[in-house]
């Protein structure tokens, strides 16, 4: 890691079986005990969630989204308002990614060169540029303790020349986000592209190295393909990826996939699936996903899950969430959100300790035994 005052990454542990590791990720806002599941707030808000509850449920770093910040409210007024931390009232780390991947995935595209994207907003059909120096522009403007590299993510599917097209660009797109980030207080991490081709891959990685100053991202993944394709990716890149900083896999968040991540060294995550399953009326827990609005629950008293401290599970019963989601309350994705994340940070705490301790391999063993779908990819 780069000798910067603000940021500085420890490994504590690696098991040697499997490479995970555990440490801490020092930050101008607070130390990240790794590996860690950072909740998304896109648009500068954990949906549903208070910051003092995200505190409860163990939320140590929180995510915000580039694209629809600079959308709106806009990048100026966030700058004005004191940066992100401020504007939001959270005094922990947080993350910003590039808005890349929306810009891909939401916005009405038009052009897609070198020089950036020129698409239209998905509110208003406004024409917008999003080059590398642009994006820079933003996320220095919100203000995040980790900023995220532009890059173009090829969706699944695509073939090996437009992967490997679009892997280049990301690195064309690097070395711009390079030169135009000035500001020390903000670590600027690179992405891994490069689809479902192990060379591309090792050719990212490669690419990405000499940039990986604080931390590594891992994107492309969890975007449509298998699983275990996935995992085969990961397990191939996993060698040759960066060992000092930390290693951070971009929009995977199930359960299943924290526990086989952190198995093949990854530190970061993040995923919307917590809030949003939520939202839909659905908890995970230790035993697996229990959709709440299902007419088995409707009289039964017992908490969500019986291994929870949270405050949902501390004070409510199944029977009376249930009732919430099918009478269309807001408290519901509430108290489901605050468990859902409860339980994903918990999750990573407990992995944490079992590398600390020398019993990952165990743990593992433990978590599949309870959880009921997992290995046949049912999130």
């Known amino acids: 890691m780069a000798d910067n005052p603000y940021f500085s990454f420890e490994v504590l542990k690696t098991d040697p079986e499997t490479g995970a590791r555990a440490g801490i990720f020092h930050t101008p806002h607070g130390d990240i005990e790794t590996p860690v599941y950072m909740p998304v707030g896109t648009q500068a808000t954990v949906k549903g969630m208070l910051p003092r509850d995200l505190k409860e449920a163990g939320a140590q770093i929180v995510l915000a989204n580039t694209y629809h910040l600079y959308m709106r409210p806009g990048h100026e007024l966030v700058k004005a308002a004191g ?37 239209r907003s998905h509110i208003d059909g406004s024409e917008h540029l999003f080059t590398p120096e642009k994006v820079m522009e933003i996320e220095n403007a919100l203000g995040a303790d980790i900023i995220m590299q532009f890059d173009e993510c090829s969706e699944y599917g695509a073939d090996y020349n437009y992967s490997k097209g679009a892997l280049e660009r990301t690195v064309r797109w690097l070395e711009r986000c390079a030169a135009a980030h000035k500001n020390e207080q903000q670590a600027l991490f690179p992405i891994v592209q490069g689809n479902v081709f192990k060379d591309l891959r090792m050719e990212s990685i490669a690419a990405a190295a000499p940039y990986a100053k604080y931390g590594i991202g891992i994107g492309g993944l969890s975007v449509g393909e298998p699983k275990p394709l996935m995992y085969e990716i990961l397990d191939a890149m996993q060698p040759v990826l960066p060992s000092n900083v930390p290693r951070y896999l971009m929009g995977v968040g199930s359960p299943d996939c924290l526990v086989e991540g952190v198995m093949r060294g990854i530190d970061m995550f993040d995923c919307v699936l917590a809030t ?22 409707k009289e039964d008293f017992s908490p969500l899950d019986e291994h929870c401290d949270c405050y949902c599970c501390r004070n409510y019963t199944k029977a009376y969430l249930r009732h919430l989601v099918n009478a269309g309350e807001i408290l519901a994705a509430t108290l489901l959100s605050l468990h859902n994340i409860t339980y994903l940070t918990g999750l990573m705490r407990r992995m944490r300790q079992a590398i600390l301790e020398g019993g990952l391999r165990e743990f593992r063993e433990e978590f599949y035994k309870t959880y009921a779908g997992a290995a046949e990819g049912k999130f």
């Open 83 to 119: 940066g992100l931390h401020k504007f939001m009232h959270w005094d922990r780390p947080i993350l910003t990614d590039s808005g890349g991947f929306q810009v891909f995935s939401l916005a009405d595209l038009n052009k897609i060169t070198d020089e950036g994207v020129r698409f």
């Open 276 to 297: 949003r399953v939520a939202r839909n009326g659905t908890a995970l827990t230790s035993k697996g996903k229990i959709v709440v609005r299902n007419a088995v629950y």
